[in-house]
């Protein structure tokens, strides 16, 4: 699945070896796992240390096993295998004066792809439960494969404290609000802006631009990614972007917006950083204008404002125009 489980727990065994903190190590999982679990634990110097428990050859198992018992290290074994043989595993059959005190024969037993045992009915899962051992790992990346209606509200509350989401009639018992007094109702706004000149004209020069008049095999979410930077704030733009909508400009820019976009393409970012380049900054962007011109009066009033964007380098902009018109908000940004 590619999220890491077994690079990480590798490492984690490869830390207790090494530190002496344990001796034996049970690794299950289905077979064609085990060459991947071969590959991280030698990654993490532990190569000497496994044991194959799993094969069509018994004698060759055995001996592994074996092995493991006498001189400790991590077996690698199967799901079917430990069905079969779990007695034997567990170390019924395998007496040494040294392990004589040891209470738990296997120090950890890591199940990987836990979901397998689901059903504690199962036999897959009764022979490991016969498994003594100190610690357990079971990992997953499908942990929850049972009916959640059945699950719904155990479910619930384990996720509970990890929740900052509440209903409004809850807050309205918290707050000790009666029928009368109720939250007042969201208010949503939309305000559709227009595109100042230079957009307008950055806008169309990007949809006769080569990269999407002839590159059929182009990415048309990255165009439309491009196109949206474009609405936010030019500035916004990377080289590669600038440059393709410099292939595409005409005779209509001005010499100020040429100006402009072959900076964007020699990746000049520090320019919303000048005093000077602030007004500048303001009129090549409808949003940005449009903040700047509700902000004074909002905070005149005594609002709280909170400015959500997209990117970090809109929320830069804000900032340093705000700064400039001596207003300082608070941002939170959401990538």
Known sequence: MGLGKTMQVSAFLAGLFHSGLIRRALVVAPKTLLTQWIKELSVVG????????????????DNELQHAFKEGGIVLTTYDIVRINYHLIRGD?????????????WNYVVLDEAHYIKNPNTQRAQSLFEISCVHRIAISGTPI???????????????KPYFLRR??????????LTGDKKLPKKDELIIWLKLTDCQRRLYKAFLNSELVQFESEGNPLAALNVLKKICDHPLILTQRAAEDILEGMDGDFST??????????????????????????????????????????LLEEG????????TRK??????VCCQFLECMPCFCDIL
């Open 314 to 319: 809109m929320l830069n902009f804000i900032q």
């Open 256 to 297: 100020r917006d040429i100006v402009m976009v072959e900076k964007m393409a020699m990746n000049l970012t520090d320019m919303a950083h000048d005093d000077d380049a602030v007004q500048f900054s303001q009129e090549v962007s409808c949003k940005l204008s449009f903040i700047l011109s509700l902000l004074p009066n």
């Open 46 to 61: 532990l190569s000497h240390m496994i044991y194959e428990y799993y094969g069509s050859n018994m004698n060759i198992r």
């Open 93 to 105: 059959f395998y007496n040494d004066a040294g392990d004589e005190e040891e209470e738990d024969f």
């Open 167 to 176: 209903m409004k009639s809850k807050v309205s018992l918290e707050t000790g």
């Open 303 to 310: 609002h709280h404002v909170l400015i959500f964007s997209q």
């Open 145 to 159: 494969q049972n009916n959640l209606m059945v699950q719904n509200k155990e479910l619930r509350e384990r996720i």
